[in-house]
């Protein structure tokens, strides 16, 4: 089992930046799967980006790309999203979310673990 926690959203001016933390309780996270996803009201949610504990790899959403970055922390059980260049259609609800196992996906309902988000709202 896997338990995950987010913080760091909030306001910001576009333009600004954030850092979003996910930390996670439970053994072996170190390999799983991680990713970040988000939902804005009234739409589905949507793949962000993601990283794999086998070799690293970090695929980003092309609305995303260049802007913001994945990163994990094994020893702290941390995996981190930092925004960069943020709009206001970044504006949304921010998950982070795990799964077993060496495939990486973009897609979550292949996410088997959940975190209860936090919100991002960017002002224009």
């Known amino acids: 089992q896997v338990q995950l926690v987010e913080s760091g959203g909030g306001l910001v001016q576009a333009g600004g930046s954030l850092r979003l933390s996910c930390a996670a309780s439970g053994r072996m996270f170190s390999s799983y799967n991680v990713g970040w996803f988000r939902q804005a009201p009234g739409k589905e949610r949507e793949f962000v980006a993601t990283m794999s504990w086998i070799d690293g790899s970090t695929p980003y959403a092309d609305s995303v790309k260049g802007r913001f970055t994945i990163s994990r922390d094994n020893g702290r059980n941390t995996v981190y999203l930092q925004m960069n260049s943020l709009k206001p259609e970044d504006t949304a609800v921010y998950y982070c979310?795990?799964?077993?196992?060496?495939?990486?996906?973009?897609?979550?309902?292949?996410?088997?673990?959940w975190g209860q988000g936090t919100q991002v709202t960017v002002s224009s």
């Open positions: 979310a795990a799964r077993a196992g060496a495939v990486v996906t973009t897609r979550p309902d292949e996410y088997n673990y």
